[in-house]
């Protein structure tokens, strides 16, 4: 369980001192999935950082099973079982999808490098030996970053706009493969996303705005909210079912 209690962050700028999380209350129960929605800008990549330590709180406490982790560095919590997923993927010049799985996991071991990449959509035999490289697309990438945080076997695993930057197919093949490892995996889900298909995997529906949660509900509750609203532009409802729910509406 990881619990943020009476969280805030605050960031430094040329006009002071600015409240970039004002008190932010949740706790994330094991083996759920959670996906983090709401407008651009609204804090929720703060809320996921600050999870993994990459920003630190200036007050209130994180607790990781009951454990005080907030003076926890990156590393620290990385050790912990805590993994995060950026929007985009780092390439590794020179270094295999072998060598990256055997990193994460802390050994080799081909059986348990191929079951991974089945996990996650991918051939082990098309992949093994491949160097992380320009050659790989958006979706290839995304899938590889997942095995290596699922090689960690990970308590809590942070997936930040894990759709931004990848074709349809890619992204009904990263759909599965959540679904699928939720089925398989222990451990908590925490994806940000605007997605339709993403939100309807979900446990709960975390609606960050303001740098605060405004809502903890259902995903057919809030997907039964969208409906009402959604009508109103219908330029935007073509977008969102075209899997585009980032557009903004030209009206």
Request: aromatic letters at 6%; proline letters at 3%; a negative charge.
């Amino acid at each position: 369980m990881l619990e943020l209690i009476d969280v805030h962050v605050t960031a430094t700028d040329e006009k002071g001192t600015v409240a970039v999380l004002p008190g932010i209350n949740l706790t994330l129960e094991d083996n759920r999935i959670y996906v983090m929605t709401g407008p651009n800008g609204g804090g929720k990549t703060s809320i996921a950082k600050t999870m993994m330590g990459i920003y630190r709180p200036s007050q209130g406490k994180i607790l990781l099973d009951g454990t005080d982790i907030t003076a926890k560095t990156i590393t620290e919590r990385a050790r912990l079982g805590i993994g995060y997923a950026f929007q985009q993927p780092p390439r590794f010049k020179g270094i295999k999808v072998k060598d990256l799985l055997t990193i994460a996991a802390g050994y080799e071991d081909k059986n348990f490098q191929c079951e991974l990449l089945y996990d996650v959509g991918l051939c082990a035999q098309d992949y093994l030996e491949r160097e992380i490289n320009s050659s790989f697309s958006g979706g290839e990438l995304k899938r590889i970053e997942i095995a290596s945080l699922l090689a960690r076997k990970l308590k809590v695993a942070v997936f930040d706009e894990p759709e931004a930057g990848i074709d349809l197919w890619s992204f009904q093949k990263l759909t599965e493969t959540f679904a699928g490892l939720h089925e398989k995996y222990n451990g908590t889900l925490v994806i940000i996303s605007h997605q339709e298909r993403i939100l309807r995997l979900a446990d709960r529906v975390i609606l960050v705005s303001g740098g605060r949660i405004s809502e903890i509900t259902t995903p057919e509750k809030f997907l039964a909210e969208m409906e009402k609203i959604v009508p109103d532009c219908l330029c935007r409802a073509d977008c969102i079912k075209g899997e585009m729910a980032n557009a903004e509406c030209d009206r």
